[in-house]
């Protein structure tokens, strides 16, 4: 049972972790996001409108929320067991991810005839995104790999 009781600590603390890191790099990304549009449009006044959105966004109150809760719950954790929570401590994945090397080096090939061809010969970061483009439909398109790994 105790057994039990630490592998239900230590799968509850480490999606408490995957959420939070999501939902920081989710936020990190927009602010990257907002900082480059703004630069492009500076007219717009993107960034200011963000920031003044964030304010009253509920996800950072939820985050520390969550941090707080994670807090209690290791405090508990070592006062229940005498030891210090560790993260990722008898918590097994429960699927396994591959990927299908055939239609990555098929998305490799794709890339480098999409870099060769002339589509836009005189915008040559149009080119390259173009390119990247190809790479991430067809790795799609196939699912050579798990799609959060094509979606960063």
């Known amino acids: 049972v105790a057994a039990s009781a630490r592998r239900r600590y230590a799968e509850w603390y480490s999606s408490a ?11 990190e990304t927009m602010a990257k996001t907002v900082k ?3 630069k492009v449009r ?8 963000y920031s003044s959105e ?14 707080e809760m994670m807090e209690k719950v290791r405090g508990d954790f070592n ?7 560790q ?17 990555i080096l098929l998305s490799i090939i794709f890339y480098a005839i ?11 970061p149009a080119h390259h995104c173009f390119a990247l483009f190809v790479v991430v439909v067809t790795l799609w398109i ?7 790994c094509t979606a960063m």
């Open 17 to 27: 972790t995957r959420l939070i890191h999501f939902a920081e790099l989710n936020i």
């Open 36 to 38: 480059k549009a703004d």
């Open 42 to 49: 500076p007219f717009a006044k993107i960034k200011a409108r």
């Open 54 to 67: 964030m304010q009253y966004n509920r996800l950072h109150d939820n985050i520390l929320k969550i941090h």
């Open 79 to 85: 006062s229940r067991f005498g030891e210090e929570l």
């Open 87 to 103: 993260q990722y401590a008898d918590v097994s994945m429960a699927e396994v991810w591959d990927c299908k090397w055939r239609f």
């Open 114 to 124: 999409a870099r060769l061809a002339p589509i836009f010969p005189s915008h040559q």
């Open 142 to 148: 196939t699912e050579a790999m798990p799609f959060f």
